[in-house]
């Protein structure tokens, strides 16, 4: 009886220990598999998270580039157009400066005695700060045309230089310093180009 007591106990041991071996092999075994999935698990979300911050690297180094671009070109045609602001107050300065009297008033001369051969009446506007000094020497040069087929009329809103034209005639021309400044920045402005290179492909 008391081996049988015995053997029960350590029989109880036994199945006590291998049951609690097979839980605990369960219960590591449940929780590798489950550590795995975490892991796997892990592992996707950090290769979507990765995937989309190179997207969104992506997408964020192409608008920058865009917006460098941008700003670059935006740079040219304001540098560009600064140049051609100064280009043109240059040319027109140039021109007034060759606009004197005596230059203006053999430019009239050449004009009146063209346009007097039709025995048309012909007007030239003058700039008030330069008439008097004007008429001088166009009364000294033309003086027996003066108020019969030439009248000449000041105006304060003409720059350097004059307008001239036949009265009840479809001839006029402008010559005053900021007309021939655009003409001729219109004529240059292909070479002009051609020079400051700020149109090109970026």
């Known amino acids: ?34 550590a795995e999935a975490i892991i796997l698990k892990a592992q996707s979300e950090a290769e979507k998270l ?5 997207k969104e690297a992506s997408e964020y180094k192409r608008h920058s580039l865009k917006a460098s671009r941008q700003a670059v070109r935006d740079l040219i045609i304001a540098t560009e157009m600064n140049i051609k602001s100064l280009f ?5 300065e140039s021109i007034s400066n060759v606009y004197d009297d005596n230059f203006l008033a053999e430019l009239i001369i050449r004009v009146v005695d063209v346009w007097s051969k039709n025995d048309n009446i012909i007007d030239i506007m003058i700039n008030e700060s330069a008439f008097s000094s004007l008429l001088s020497i166009l009364r000294a040069r033309i003086g027996d045309k003066l108020g019969s087929a030439v009248e000449i009329k000041p105006f304060e809103t003409i720059g350097k230089g004059f307008k001239i034209q036949q009265r009840d005639g479809n001839l006029y021309y402008d010559f005053t310093s900021e007309t021939i400044a655009d003409i001729l920045f219109e004529y240059l402005n292909p070479r002009f180009k051609e020079i400051i290179k700020l149109d090109q492909e970026i």
């Open 50 to 54: 990765k995937i989309q911050a190179e």
């Open 88 to 92: 043109k107050t240059a040319l027109k």
């Open 1 to 34: 009886m008391q081996f049988e007591v015995k053997d029960l106990i350590n029989k109880i041991k036994k199945d006590g220990l291998e049951e609690a071996e097979k839980l605990a092999n369960e219960i590591l075994f449940n929780a590798r598999k489950d």
